[in-house]
Nanobody
Framework: QVQLVESGGGLVQAGGSLSLSCPAS????????MGWFRQSPGKEREFAAAISRGGARTYYGNSAKGRFTISRDNAKNMVLLHMTTPKPEDKAVYYCAATRRPTSTSNSPDDFGSWGHGTQVTVSS
């Protein structure tokens, strides 16, 4: 079972940028499709982005398109999420997750079997 630990969250100014990282242990990350989700208080966990095993294909939720970039470094066994021009509504706990399913059809929390504990992102206006 792969273990995931997110880092890089914190306070960011609206219009700035922030990068989240998620190194993995216990398994070779290149055998998993990877995703990022986020959850705000009182809301359901929302799909942000996913990336295929080799990194060639990426997928984004509507709130992330054009502003967030998911990437992976399989040599370092990690996945990253770069956020640009964050907005106050991007405030949430961000989770990375791993899936054995094809990432082209994986945009629901139920599609991902391994999760990190999350990292808080707060955006100041």
């Amino acid at each position: 079972q792969v273990q995931l630990v997110e880092s890089g969250g914190g306070l960011v100014q609206a219009g700035g940028s922030l990068s989240l990282s998620c190194p993995a242990s216990g398994a070779t990350l290149s055998t998993y499709g990877m995703g990022w989700f986020r959850q705000s208080p009182g809301k359901e966990r929302e799909f942000a982005a996913a990336i295929s095993r080799g990194g060639a294909r990426t997928y984004y939720g509507n709130s992330a398109k054009g502003r967030f970039t998911i990437s992976r470094d399989n040599a370092k066994n990690m996945v990253l999420l770069h956020m640009t021009t964050p907005k106050p509504e991007d405030k949430a706990v961000y989770y990375c997750a791993a899936t054995r399913r094809p990432t082209s059809t994986s945009n629901s929390p139920d599609d991902f079997g391994s999760w990190g504990h999350g990292t808080q992102v707060t955006v100041s206006s």
